[in-house]
């Protein structure tokens, strides 16, 4: 995801990833992780997510305890936004990085907007 990242970045393009966020704040977001990705989340135009097991774990609840925090924030704040706005999904978009059976993509989500499929 990185990679896409800095791509993202060279061509002028905001980018927040906790990644980059660390390299340029190495003691980590002063209001924490999850008020960070909260934020992130609820204040971006455009949200690319990068579709893997790991996130869809996370969306749906399955995941393993401590991992994948900052994806299951963004779950539960996409999946509310999806609810309230009636299922429009002008905003979000699922990019497959690498090749994931239809079957692995939660149901709700198979009719979202994809890129790399």
Known sequence: MRYLGELLRQ???PVALDQFYLDEHPGGP???WRKWCENCANDSACVLIAASEGWFAAYEKRGPPGVGLGAAIEADLFGQALYDEKGHNARIRLAFLHEIPTDKVPPRLRDWRQFGR
């Open 30 to 32: 002063d209001l924490g």
């Open 11 to 13: 061509a002028n393009l």
